[in-house]
T-cell receptor
Framework: GAVVSQHPSWVICKSGTSVKIECRSL??????MFWYRQFPKQSLMLMAT?????????EQGVEKDKFLINHASLTLSTLTVTSAHPEDSSFYIC??????????FGPGTRLTVL | DAKTTQPPSMDCAEGRAANLPCNHS???????VYWYRQIHSQGPQYIIH???NNETNEMASLIITEDRKSSTLILPHATLRDTAVYYC?????????????FGKGTKLTVNP
């Protein structure tokens, strides 16, 4: 299947700082990417849909000013957690749509905010 | 949006077939059934998807009932590496995003 990478795989930061997570499609172009968040022992929660060249669409309850998403190219989407706090500590996972019916996921990024 | 119902957990003996059920009684005619799995601390892995007909690939088989209200994912010869949370998802089509909404899934434990 198609390969999606994320960087970094884990990050620890101080409260109040911003953290950027990258999601790349390595062997295909993705016009649409998705960002999920997963808390321990819970399922994945969709945060936003990222479309290349346009503004992201956020799910209800997700603060767009806190979770900045940029999809500037067909192979890269970034999620920036601004002014991170301990409650933002989570496992962040991106996915990319390959074809109309196929979506592949990255390995995830574990964020710990101290 | 259609919802899915899965048992929270299942056990299976290594080498045996694992049959994971999923109910999606409110599925609409143009919605697909997808299966993904997530091994601990990794991103979800695509397994298989289908619309009406049964599907098979190198990983698994998907059996969809004629009324499409339920389906079963079959891992024909489960191995210890198949221990994971398995998610049955009905694809939501909204605004062109075709997003996947995850439920709680079934935690499958394959025992030696």
């Amino acid at each position: 299947g198609a390969v999606v990478s994320q960087h970094p795989s884990w990050v620890i930061c101080k409260s109040g700082t911003s953290v950027k997570i990258e999601c790349r499609s390595l062997d295909f172009q993705a016009t649409t990417m998705f960002w999920y968040r997963q808390f321990p022992k819970q399922s994945l929660m969709l945060m936003a849909t990222s479309n290349e060249g346009s503004k992201a669409t956020y799910e209800q309850g997700v603060e767009k000013d806190k979770f900045l998403i940029n999809h500037a190219s067909l192979t890269l989407s970034t999620l920036t957690v601004t002014s991170a706090h301990p409650e933002d500590s989570s496992f962040y996972i991106c996915s990319a749509r390959v074809k109309r019916n196929e979506q592949f996921f990255g390995p995830g990024t574990r964020l710990t905010v101290l | 949006d259609a919802k899915t119902t899965q048992p929270p957990s299942m056990d299976c003996a290594e080498g045996r077939a694992a049959n994971l059920p999923c109910n999606h009684s409110t599925i609409s005619g143009n919605e697909y059934v997808y299966w993904y799995r997530q091994i601990h601390s990794q991103g979800p892995q695509y397994i298989i998807h289908g619309l009406k007909n049964n599907e098979t690939n190198e990983m698994a088989s998907l059996i969809i009932t004629e009324d499409r209200k339920s389906s079963t994912l079959i891992l024909p010869h489960a191995t210890l590496r198949d221990t994971a949370v398995y998610y049955c998802i009905v694809r939501v089509v909204g605004g062109g995003s075709e997003k996947l909404v995850f439920g709680k899934g079934t935690k499958l434990t394959v025992n030696p």
